[in-house]
């Protein structure tokens, strides 16, 4: 009786051994393959990962990129008083129209009533919480008003863009003027 | 064919130059050079970083009494990511605060098109008003990396928090556990997404996209194992300086200058 007993609870943990040694070998074949080969190389994460984010196309260049191709303009940017404003903030980005080496579209270039949108998205008065020490800011159509034209002349007939202050400067040189006009 | 390209070689610039000026018609599509050439390192140093991880310890700074709220920073990340409308991966909120110490806060579309009209209707006159700009907090200690069932979420030697988009199988429980709520689920992919702080461009040497853009320079980011980046001097001279809520206990390394108390 004793002995029957034994031999029937061996042979239940022969049996719970080899289940274990098959489910922990199909687990070690399943980890082959479905955990990709990089996983833990560098911690609990695909090692790869870091040359994939290495990777990601690089679409927004700096201002001084645009020299090699837009040399006048730029050279008028950086020497004004807008140099800190991105070229392509107002263009959109650099690979939109170059690509790999060759122009690929278009970028949009701003016309009209458009520019005045866009110079009043960094300059509008009425939006307070503009540090005055960032930015000078002018209230619409006030500025116009005081400088005597009509309220519907856009930004870029006196401030050229791409360095707001160098048709008055040189219009105030011109007239000798030193105070603001 | 071959003679242009050993033109190339010879004097790229002033090739490009001619081509442009219309002295040598139709090679426009051979000249231009490919992609980013010859850009000035941005971070010192980088370019020398060859190991997988750098030996750099990076920090973000934004100044809020430097910030305009133009939504440049926006734009750039936008584009950079192609990031799906209606999420963001960086924005910038404005907040009101008023004599009776309300706080009032709004954040149109992001600030992507930037704030066009002044917040009307508001009881009271206004005592304070800024605008507070948002992005990944690359936390020391990122809770989004701790809840991530698949480890597609993980934080890199040298303080980067990344996703990896092979692994993530979208759970959102990162999303939930983070503090900030930097991060969403992308419709495109249907993974995690969040602010890399341009891991891409800083690797190659370059500032982060926002940085790069800033026309006040309100967004500053560099390493603090060098003493002469701006950050480390920031951030180890007297200034306001705070994090977002430090009681969580992430320990962002994204640093605000001129913090007010009710920012959250």
């Known amino acids: 009786m004793h002995n029957q007993s034994r031999s029937k609870y061996n042979s239940h943990l022969i049996k719970l051994i080899v289940a274990l040694i098959v489910a922990g070998g199909l687990g070690y074949f399943a980890r082959q393959v479905f955990m990709p080969a990089s996983m833990g190389t560098y911690g609990h994460y695909r090692g790869d990962d870091i040359v994939d984010q290495l990777n990601v196309p690089i679409r927004l260049q700096t201002n001084e990129s645009c020299f090699q191709c837009h040399r006048p303009i730029r050279q008028i940017h950086k020497e004004g008083i807008h140099n800190s404003v991105s070229c392509e903030i107002c263009h959109g980005p650099f690979g939109d129209h170059i690509q790999d080496g060759k122009k690929v579209g278009v970028l949009p270039v701003k016309k009209g009533k458009e520019i005045t949108q866009l110079c009043l998205r960094c300059h509008n008065k009425v939006i307070q919480a503009r540090p005055r020490k960032s930015i000078k800011m002018i209230g619409l159509p006030e500025h116009l008003e005081q400088k005597g034209v009509r309220v519907d002349h856009t930004c870029d007939q006196c401030h050229m863009v791409h360095d707001p202050l160098l048709w008055i400067n040189q219009a105030k040189r011109m007239m000798g003027i030193k105070e603001a006009i | ?264």
Not at chain 2, 203 to 208: I, M, N, V
Request: net charge positive; charged share 25%.
């Open chain 2, 1 to 264: 064919m071959i003679d242009i390209k050993k033109e190339i070689e010879r004097d790229r610039r002033a090739f490009i130059k001619k081509v442009l000026g219309g002295s040598i018609a139709g090679s426009l599509l051979l000249v231009l050079p490919a992609g980013a050439v010859d850009i000035a390192e941005q971070i010192p140093g980088m370019r020398e970083e060859k190991a997988v991880f750098t030996a750099k310890r990076f920090a973000f700074v934004v100044d809020i009494t430097a910030c305009i709220g133009c939504g440049s920073c926006c734009v750039a990340d936008k584009a950079e990511y192609n990031v799906p409308d209606g999420h963001y991966r960086t924005w910038v909120e404005r907040y009101i605060i008023d004599d009776h110490d309300n706080v009032f806060v709004d954040c149109p579309d992001g600030g992507l098109h930037g704030y066009i009209r002044a917040r009307e209707g508001l009881p009271h006159p206004t005592r304070d008003t800024f605008f507070v700009p948002k992005l990944c907090n690359m936390c020391e200690k990122p809770s989004c990396v701790q809840v991530c069932p698949v480890g597609a979420t993980y934080q890199t030697k040298d303080g980067f928090v990344l996703v990896d988009k092979t692994r993530c199988v979208g759970c959102s429980y990162c999303i939930q556990a983070c503090p900030y709520s930097v991060r969403f689920i992308s419709p495109a992919t249907h993974t995690a997404e969040k602010c890399t702080w341009c891991y891409h461009r800083v690797r190659k040497g370059l500032l982060p996209a926002c940085v790069e853009v800033c026309p006040v320079h309100a967004r500053k980011f560099g390493d603090l194992n060098d003493k002469n980046s701006e950050v480390y001097k920031i951030l180890h001279e007297p200034h306001v300086i705070s994090v977002l809520k430090p009681d969580m206990g992430n320990k962002p390394a994204l640093h605000y200058v001129g913090l007010r108390r009710e920012v959250v």
